[in-house]
Each structure stands twice: as C-alpha cells, then as structure tokens.
C-alpha cells in the first residue's frame, strides 16, 4: 500500500490570501469607524456653533454692548456693518449687518441684520 500525498490542509498560497484579505476587511472597517467619529465630532461642534450664534443673535438684538458679546465668546469674530442708517430718523434705529465666523470651523459664517436702538430719546 502506497500511501497517499493529499492532504486535507490549505497551501501555503491559500491561506496568505486569506490573511491579506481578512487585513484589508479590517482596514477598510476600521477607517470607516474613525471617519464615523470624525463626523460626529464636527455635527457636535456645529451643533454647539449654532446654539452660540443663536445667544449671540438674541443678546444682540437684546441691546447687549458687542465688547461684551466678544468678551463672553473669544472664540467668535463678530463684525458690525451699518445697513441703513438711520432707519427712524426721531429715534435713531438703525439697521446692522453682524457677520460672526468660529476660529475652530473654517468656513462657519453666520451673518444676520438687526434693528439697533437709537441713541437719541424718541419724541425730541
């Protein structure tokens, strides 16, 4: 009786095949799962934004001084532009253009038009 050369195992070729193709698998998942943090990472930093921007607008258009907005959020530009100026002359409203833009999100601009309250008394 010859005894018999097969064997029932996997050659050499076969299994570094496999070992490539379970690393790629592994790969491609774990940079899909780091891409998914990164993702939620910048929705959360965008979300946090706009609530910010939000404040910002509402203490704005509350009459709060801009030195003290900026002082409360440094990591906000905040620039103010007249619109029309002035918008009531017995007043003194006017009309401003407020840009905001965050140092952390490149490309994160807010821009809004509210009504300033006039420095004069109405009815002089």
Known sequence: MTPNNTSAGY???ETLAALAI???VTVTVMAGLADIGRT???A???QQAMLEVRNIEANLR????????????PDWSLSLSPVDRPV???T???LTLARLSH???????YSFVYLEPGRTGAGR
């Open 11 to 13: 050659t050499l070729t």
């Open 22 to 24: 379970a690393s790629l």
């Open 40 to 42: 939620a990472r910048r």
């Open 44 to 46: 959360n930093q965008t």
């Open 62 to 73: 509350a009459g709060v001084p801009s030195a003290r907005i900026t002082e409360r959020y």
């Open 88 to 90: 009531d002359p017995r």
């Open 92 to 94: 003194g409203a006017v």
């Open 103 to 109: 140092e952390d999100l490149p490309g994160f601009d």
